[in-house]
């Protein structure tokens, strides 16, 4: 990258499409989720919204943690074999990482905003499309990748699901630190309990759905976007752990050094649909 993107000042998202043209298209990520009365929101029992498969998120794996300046992420092994179809999307998508987005207080964070309400954090699992072969070979294609989004909300107790990551989060706090195992997780104590049963037997959490980009530069619109509406419970002092990560690689720390914003502001809608999979 010969420019440094970021979150504030002159890098910031508003200045993005000066260095990447894509960033400035019409069809970007996040966007406003409209109300269910919003003409731009739709009920399309077409698309069989309602048989979306999450597949091995039950099955541990080894997470590799990381901070590469913008967020902290966990790669997924592949081994594990995590994946997404059906619902609407086009083709299997193989879970390759997720990552995170907050803010600065309790009040903001999240990238997508639900009838313009803003959560304090929101994880992103990314997945390509298997006959792409991997997120680099499918982000240049309009189909390649989609990205499941599930929102945060403050709980008064600490999830204990997020303690390990939470308590490693220290050795990774500057850019480019090396990457540290996180052993035998899996995606459904990180999300939510129900996404277990969906292979077997078909149990539903309802989600929003459409066709975005990747939220950071270069903003490529090959995202088949998938909101889901339960939220995740995390209390406020996890959180401030990941404000304490650092967009520096070394150094003394001052307070703008800290990450503690990487939301990109919602993007609009123009003229897409958003798809909802229960009425
Ligand atoms: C975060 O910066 C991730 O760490 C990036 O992953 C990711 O880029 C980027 O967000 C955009 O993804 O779901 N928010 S998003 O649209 O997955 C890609 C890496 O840099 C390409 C590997
Ligand atoms: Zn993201």
Not at 36 to 53: I, Q
Not at 240 to 255: C, K, N, Q, Y
Request: charged content about 20%.
């Amino acid at each position: 990258d010969s420019w440094h993107w970021g979150y504030h000042g002159y890098e910031a998202p508003e200045n993005w499409p000066l260095y990447y043209e894509e960033c400035g298209r019409a069809a970007q990520s996040p966007i406003d989720i409209p109300h269910p009365n919003k003409p731009e929101m739709v009920f399309d029992s077409s698309m069989n919204l309602d048989t979306l498969t999450f597949i091995n998120y039950d099955q541990a794996f080894n997470g590799s943690l990381s901070n590469n300046g913008h967020a902290v992420q966990i790669d997924i092994a592949p081994s594990a074999g995590l994946a997404i179809k059906n619902g609407g999307l086009p083709g299997t998508f193989r879970a390759a990482q997720f990552h995170l987005h907050w803010g600065p207080n309790d009040q903001s964070g999240s990238e997508h905003t639900l009838q313009g309400k803003m959560y304090p954090m929101e994880i992103h699992i990314v997945h390509y499309n298997e006959k792409y072969g991997s997120v680099a070979g499918a982000v240049s294609q309009p189909d390649g990748l989609a990205v499941v989004g599930f929102f945060y909300q403050v709980s008064p107790v600490p999830n204990g699901k997020y303690s390990r990551i939470v308590s490693e989060l220290p050795k990774i706090a500057y850019k480019n630190s090396p990457k540290v195992e996180i052993p035998n997780i899996n995606m459904v104590d990180l999300t939510h309990q129900d996404l277990r049963l969906s292979e077997t037997r078909g149990k539903h959490l309802p989600f929003y759905r459409y066709k975005g980009s990747l939220t950071t530069p270069g903003c490529a619109e090959v995202v088949t976007w998938t909101v889901m509406e339960p939220k995740i419970q995390i209390s406020a002092s996890q959180i401030d752990a990941f404000r304490e990560m650092l967009h520096i690689t070394s150094g003394p720390v001052t307070h703008e050094d800290k990450m503690v914003t990487n939301y990109r502001p919602v993007q609009p809608l123009n003229y897409r649909a958003v798809y909802m999979s229960l009425d």
